[in-house]
């Protein structure tokens, strides 16, 4: 069911809320968050369908905030109006929805807009599509969320993004760049887990340019392995590989395709396993599960992308063979490892 509602107030909306409930026959309906999703005109179908789809797992009011401009007139402009399209039953997914369209001097003032909509005794989630502030945090509509979910992979530079956003973190901060290395995350620590008693000498992840994704995955590896770590550019679709040297032997886990990647580590067979491009509703799901500061998140963003090597890596100058010490076995056995972890 939709009620369209023009020049309105938040009381209409709420209003409005109860009679499309009642219309239904679902006077009461359990929603365990209210959803707040920031984007423009252009983004807003995609980011609502992809929050339908969240909202099967987790029941939500989902409240889209489109800041739009009335007219060209200087006029039309300064006008402040409040449009609402409010939508309930199969309309809007599991739960509720309503697009509000903020004109004039309503735009500077969204969070007032919002406030009054918001489910009493219920977590408060802020979503960013596309254009998300440098401080979600301070963002008056940000302040409102226990969580605040952005995607640097929309932003106009991902990689300074993420410098930004460790510049500004704040408990109850994630990203969809982060979620989305959710399933390399846990294949690489299953690997290590195989193998306890390996030492990770370096780390190196391979993908896409202007991938934030992949630098969150070589700042995770570099911060709780406490290695260097390496992130070099491949032609894609998203990240295609990441390698681990380690004393025993490489550990990697290449995806070429978009879907099915392959784990080889030294002594085994390679093994092929899941490991798909997931969507924007899948990602957006799983930052619904936990509505607790992310501190794995934190830790790996504040390492820094500028600690990160970029590119292939240069060997050192050979000494002449007059001049060239002899090297212990434990060196060389280094340097070998060096070499095939730069891919000579």
């Known amino acids: ?17 109860v009679q ?10 359990g929603m365990v968050l209210t959803l707040v999703i920031v984007t423009d005109e252009e983004h807003a179908y995609d980011a609502l369908k992809a929050a339908d789809e969240a909202s099967r797992e987790h029941p939500s009011r989902k409240l889209v905030v489109i800041k739009r401009r009335a007219g060209r007139s200087p006029r039309d402009r ?6 609402a399209d409010v939508r309930v039953g199969a309309d809007a997914g599991t739960g509720e929805t309503v697009v509000l369209r903020l004109y004039g001097e309503v735009i500077d003032h969204a969070q007032s807009v919002v406030l009054p909509l918001l489910l009493p005794d219920a977590p408060v989630v802020v979503w960013w599509p596309v254009a998300s502030p440098t401080d979600p945090h301070n963002d008056p509509l940000g302040a409102l969320g226990q969580r605040r979910v952005t995607d640097t992979y929309a932003a106009e530079n991902p990689v300074a993004e993420l410098s930004a956003r460790a510049a500004n973190y704040t408990p109850g901060d994630t990203d969809l760049s982060w979620a989305r290395i959710t399933p390399w995350r846990s294949m690489l620590a299953a690997a290590l887990d195989q193998r306890p008693d390996t030492e990770v000498i370096s780390a190196e992840v391979e993908g896409e340019t202007c991938n934030p994704s992949g630098e969150l995955l070589a700042m995770w590896l570099a911060d709780r392995l406490g290695v260097p770590a390496r992130r070099t550019v491949s032609e894609g679709p998203g990240l295609t590989a990441v390698r681990l040297e380690t004393r025993n032997g490489p550990i990697v886990l290449e995806r070429v395709n978009g879907s099915v990647a392959t784990l080889s580590l030294h002594g085994q067979p390679d093994r092929a396993v899941a490991l798909k491009r997931r969507e924007t509703a899948e990602l957006l799901a799983e930052e619904l599960r936990r509505l607790d500061p992310d501190t794995i998140y934190e830790s790996a963003l504040k390492y820094g ?14 000494p002449a063979a007059s001049e060239a010490p002899a090297e212990a076995p434990a060196a060389a056995a280094k340097k070998a490892a060096a070499k095939k972890a730069a891919g000579k």
């Open 1 to 17: 069911m939709k009620i369209d509602l023009t020049d309105t107030t938040a009381s209409k909306i709420n209003n409005a809320l």
């Open 20 to 29: 499309g409930r009642r219309a239904i026959g679902a006077p009461a309906i």
């Open 78 to 83: 300064s006008k402040a109006r409040l449009d």
């Open 305 to 318: 992308v500028e600690r990160l090597s970029t590119g292939p890596s240069e060997p050192a100058a050979e």
